[in-house]
């Protein structure tokens, strides 16, 4: 579990094929790999990957062929930036929202509109995502606990601080860059219950 309360600006280091269908990437993190060990969960761009290898400052994870299909990972390459938080400890505080680590789908930026203080960013999300995406409900953008500020049937946005924009790639990636999505899984225990309910 983690809180969507990035730590680090981490970098792909390589990525390597070990099968038809999987990968084993290296990534660097300094801070997320102080106290990493093997088997220790770090979410990557929002995606919660196990660690097989800790080695100066660089870690190492296997990502399967379903997480590449399922996530923006696939498209990372040597060099590329990504956002590192390791796992929430339960006596941690939590900063963002209960964030797994989970990717529901993948986005797409379509509009950045500059401010004095801040930024607002439209992204488009799947169809079948809209419905757990409230305004002013939490959603996860490439690992990065975020609160709606509109909300459409194929979109949503979110208003960026200085902060965001400065300690994360959300500050970088431009309009048709691909983001990776995660949305409150409280909305979909609800759905759930509440399915199971007019079932009855």
């Given amino acids: 579990m983690f809180t969507g309360i990035v730590e680090e600006l981490g970098e792909i280091v390589r990525s390597t094929e070990t099968g038809d269908d999987s990968a084993l990437v290296a990534i660097r993190g300094p801070l997320v790999t102080s106290d990493a060990r093997h088997g220790d969960s770090i979410a990557v761009n929002g995606v919660c990957l196990t660690v097989v290898d800790v080695d100066g400052g660089v870690f190492t994870a296997d990502v399967m062929g379903e997480t590449l299909r399922r996530t923006a990972l696939g498209v990372l390459r040597p060099g590329d930036p990504v956002n590192l938080e390791r796992a929430a400890a339960l006596n ?96 979909k225990y609800v759905e759930r219950l509440l399915g199971d309910r007019g079932a009855r």
């Fill in 92 to 187: 941690s505080r939590l900063g963002g929202h209960l964030v797994q680590g989970h990717v529901d789908g993948v986005g797409e930026i379509v509009a950045r509109e500059p401010a004095a203080q801040w930024e607002t960013v439209r992204f488009r999300l799947p169809a079948e995502l809209a419905r757990y995406v409230v305004e002013k409900g939490s959603i996860t953008v490439d690992g990065v606990s975020l609160t709606v500020a509109e909300a459409g049937d194929d979109w949503f946005s979110v208003g960026l601080i200085p902060t965001t924009l400065k300690l994360t790639v959300l500050g970088a990636k431009q309009v048709g860059d691909p983001v990776n999505l995660e949305v409150d899984v409280l909305a």
